[in-house]
């Protein structure tokens, strides 16, 4: 594990603390279940999703609705351990945890029919580290298998607003001018164009590239911005 990637799991230890006072997040992410529900049907008998940076386990919900075996892992349980399906007896062989050293995914090759990863992937803030767990993603999945990844867009606020300090062409630190103190000091890659991402994504069948931003209206400034990658192996 680089140096940044053991900080970006100290960072998250922190926010998960925030987010478990708060009852935990419990609705999945809208554009993962549009995603899901309207590009992504399979006829796959054995449906088996693996969730990177599963945090909360939001989503579990949602791909158990779908007839889905679900595998989340992240790089603490801070996250998920505090969900209480965690431990629910009536889930054991339909849902799984682990805590996993990026990149390496312990799992087979081609053992998932679809791999997502909201809001996390980007957490492999290095040009190496980042493509390295684009390989595994890509090694984990059987032929036709579906993939799908929203990542930081260059608009998002706080790279927008100066709450950045870049250190790499691709790379930004999160730095003290952010008024979240706990999200200080992490990492993140930032990919700028299209190309960039279909450069990291070339070993895909096909890949789509979308973005979206959302932006309530008290707080003008405060724009998140994402890709949206789908990609079938
Ligand atoms: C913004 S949260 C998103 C959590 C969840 N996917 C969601 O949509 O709510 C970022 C997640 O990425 C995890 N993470 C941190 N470093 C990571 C890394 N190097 N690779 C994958 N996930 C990482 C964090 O622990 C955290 O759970």
């Not at 100290?10 to 006072?21: E, G, P, Q, T």
């Not at 779908?66 to 505090?82: A, H, I, L, P």
């Not at 949206?228 to 192996?233: D, E, F, G, W, Y």
């Amino acid at each position: 594990m680089t140096s940044e990637i053991e900080g970006n799991r100290a960072v998250w230890n922190r926010m998960f603390d925030w987010v478990n006072s708060r009852g935990g997040r419990k609705y999945p992410n809208e554009t993962l279940v549009i995603w899901l529900l309207g590009y992504a049907r399979s006829d796959h008998r054995d449906k088996r999703v693996l969730d990177i940076g599963c945090g909360w386990s939001q989503s579990l919900g949602l791909f158990l609705d779908e007839g889905f075996r679900y595998w989340g892992v992240d790089v603490t349980d801070r996250g998920f351990r505090s969900n209480p399906n965690v431990d629910a007896p009536a889930l054991q062989d339909r849902a799984h945890w682990s805590v996993f050293t990026p990149p390496k995914l312990e799992f087979d090759d081609a053992f998932f029919t679809h791999v997502v990863s909201m809001e996390a992937l980007h957490l492999n803030p290095t040009p190496s580290a980042f493509s390295a767990i684009v390989r595994e993603c890509h090694r984990v999945l059987q032929p036709d298998g579906r993939f799908f990844a929203t990542l930081i867009h260059p608009d998002y606020w706080y790279v927008k607003l100066g709450y950045v300090d870049w250190v790499g062409a691709n790379t930004v630190r999160i730095n003290a001018r952010h008024p979240d103190v706990a999200a200080r000091g992490a990492h993140c890659l930032v990919l700028k164009d299209d190309a960039e991402i279909r450069a990291y994504f070339s070993d895909f069948r096909s890949v789509s590239i979308g973005h979206e931003m959302r932006r309530f209206g008290e707080d003008r400034e405060k724009v998140t911005s994402y890709w949206i990658v789908s990609a079938t192996k």
